[in-house]
């Protein structure tokens, strides 16, 4: 892996990451109906800009995975909230990177059903979370029907606006993650170092 798509990586997964530990964990905090679904909206934001920069297969999961350290290093911990994250990388390379359907609203519906129903039906059947093993399979057609339909909506909208967001950005400044050159690909590394510092000052402190 080349060192500009390694602080790509790290980039998007840090930013990805601070959304779900700051507002993500005070919507959580605060009991918010539906918090799931800003938060993947966001998600599928953040990972649909970054594939315009990094097309690369696993690209997604990879920057799920950074995503989920971040939340974990910054937040108590849930398991439940980083196996969603992490479910949401995989299921976004799948329809994205490998399926590669032409319209991207349906690419962006397929991965959020997909990414809703594992997620419910791991967390009740697999690990046995105990709210969603005692509520059972009405539990998980609630949350795939009414916040993965919530969530799809919206992603649908906001992945071929991402798409054209990122398309300008990258017009606009061609390679911001290549170190080799100046101004913006600094400013993208101290971004980069301030948010991972960020995060493990607050694990360790």
């Known amino acids: 892996m080349k060192k500009e798509h390694i ?19 005070a919507l959580y905090s605060a009991k918010v109906p539906y918090a799931s679904v800003p938060l993947t909206i966001i ?12 097309p690369q297969k696993g690209t997604a999961t990879l920057i799920a995975v950074c995503a989920m350290l971040f939340k974990f ?13 992490l479910l949401m990388g995989l299921c976004y390379d799948l329809f994205f990177s490998v399926f590669k359907i032409k319209s991207r609203s349906l690419s962006a519906v397929a991965a959020v059903y997909l990414n809703y129903a594992l997620f419910a039906l ?62 913006v690909p600094s400013g993208v590394l101290a971004l980069t170092i301030g948010l991972w510092v960020f995060s493990l000052t607050a694990f360790i402190f």
């Open 7 to 25: 602080l790509g990586v790290l980039f998007f997964g840090g930013l990805w990451g601070i959304c779900e530990a700051v507002p993500g964990n």
């Open 43 to 54: 998600g599928f934001a953040v990972l649909t800009i970054a594939r315009v920069y990094f």
């Open 73 to 85: 290093l910054n937040v108590p911990f849930f398991a439940c909230h980083l196996l969603g994250i």
């Open 122 to 183: 791991m967390i009740t059947y697999v690990f046995r979370y105990e709210y969603w093993a005692q509520a059972g399979f009405a539990e998980v057609l609630r949350h795939v029907g009414i916040s993965g339909s919530m969530a799809a909506l919206g992603c649908a909208i906001i992945v071929p606006a991402s798409l054209r967001l990122g398309e300008q950005l990258k017009a606009n400044c061609l390679r911001p993650f290549n170190l080799k050159r100046q101004l």
